[in-house]
């Protein structure tokens, strides 16, 4: 506590409320000197306390990066390139590629259609020795392969209710591909009553790169362009005569010098039924029963675009009891910069949209 004898000798009155104004101004003086101590303790104390505090912080998530959680590997080879992969029901996650890339790390003793798989040189670069599919066993940490007909290039697939993995279309002799994945009960993958079967009914357009949703209704789904596919469809069709549905907004989406830029559109279920999807940097809600487009939304803001060959994503927002799940928002994230799809096929390489978007599709807004 310091105290400040300059200030009491310019009161230094003599007479009695003079002496009395310089006992109140002594106390004042030493009330303050008092508080600007305390105050600048406490600063000193609160500084003190962050800087220890901000070094335990940092100490916890400097360590945490090494201790917290950790990979195991768990096969050395799953043998089939995961170009596309699901958690099935089963606690099995089927993995598929290409059929087409000729041979796999996965090469079986016989093929498919029962004939021996020799050493001889035909035989090792004949895709048809090779698994292009298979499916892993969580629990017992193996895989064993499934037969797959047609190719699964950049296919699209969706889960039916009772747990069937529905995968449309892909490349070549897979682009109007129906395919069911039966997940397997374990059983140490003996179990043959599982896997690909292929369905006798096809697509009515090819669809390689298109997206796909399971809809509300009648475990029905719906697959939505392609590439240069301006459609959407439905599996199963209600009658024979149903046919694809031409969906303008495709179209108008599909930017031909970046290789399309709408291809895997993001599709969302809306609360309300109807289809939300995203194209390029475009989005609509479709009244998918009725098959009309009930509204346009306002272009995200960003200079690129989102969907394949950019490559961004998209999720819808968790729902709330508080909306009673039915105010829905979607959010986009990433992307490339327009023109980066030419741009990386002459060796330039544009940097990646960092932004997202997100958007109410629900309401009058
Ligand atoms: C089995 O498939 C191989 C390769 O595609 C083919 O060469 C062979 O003729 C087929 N054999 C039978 C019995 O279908
Ligand atoms: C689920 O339904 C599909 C389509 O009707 C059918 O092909 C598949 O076998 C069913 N899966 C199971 C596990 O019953
Ligand atoms: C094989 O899998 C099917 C479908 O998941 C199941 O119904 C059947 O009980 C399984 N059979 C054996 C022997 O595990």
């Known amino acids: 506590m310091k105290h400040y004898p300059y200030i009491a000798k310019s009161y230094n009155y003599h007479n009695p409320l003079g002496i009395i104004i310089t006992w109140c101004m002594k106390q004042m003086v030493i009330i303050i000197s008092c508080t600007k101590t305390m105050i600048i303790t406490i600063l000193i104390l609160i500084i003190f306390c962050a800087v220890l505090i901000n070094g335990a912080n940092v100490k916890k998530s400097s360590s945490s990066i090494g201790t917290k959680g950790q990979w195991q590997l768990l096969l050395h080879n799953s043998g089939v390139v995961s170009m596309h992969m699901a958690l099935t029901n089963r606690n099995t996650v089927i993995m598929f590629d290409q059929t087409g ?58 889960f039916l209710s009772n747990g069937t993995l529905l995968q449309t279309g892909g490349y070549g002799n897979g682009a109007k591909s129906i395919r069911f994945c039966r997940p397997c009960d374990g059983g140490g993958g003996k179990n043959l009553t599982c896997g690909w079967i292929q369905s006798k009914k096809t697509l009515f357009d090819e669809r390689w790169y298109a997206s796909s949703k399971k809809l509300a209704e009648h475990d029905r789904v719906v697959v939505v362009g392609g590439r240069n596919v301006f ?44 289809l939300f999807i995203f194209a390029n940097r475009d989005s609509i809600l479709l009244n998918a029963r009725r098959n009309w487009v009930i509204k346009t939304f306002p272009r995200i803001p960003g200079h690129g675009s989102r969907n394949y060959p ?51 599709i629900t309401g009058e807004s």
């Not at 040189?121 to 047609?150: F, G, M, Q, W």
């Open 310 to 360: 950019s490559s961004g994503s998209s999720v819808m927002l968790p729902l709330h009891h508080k909306h009673k799940f039915q105010k829905v928002e979607v959010m986009v994230c990433g992307g490339s910069t327009t023109g980066a799809f030419r741009a990386a096929n002459k060796g330039m390489f544009l940097e990646g949209l960092r932004s997202c978007g997100r958007m109410v």
């Open 101 to 158: 890339a000729g041979q796999s790390g996965y090469k079986l003793r016989k093929r498919y259609n029962g004939t021996w798989c020799t050493t001889s040189h035909n035989d090792l670069v004949d895709p048809t020795c090779y698994a292009h599919s298979v499916e892993y066993d969580i629990a017992a940490n193996k895989v064993r392969p499934l037969r797959l007909d047609t190719d699964t290039w950049s296919s699209s697939g969706s």
């Open 231 to 274: 459609t959407y469809e439905f599996v199963p069709k209600i009658n024979h005569e149903e046919k694809s549905f031409a969906l303008p907004f495709l179209h108008q989406t599909n930017d031909k010098n970046s290789g399309g830029d709408n291809l895997y559109p993001f599709l969302h279920l809306s609360s309300d039924g109807n």
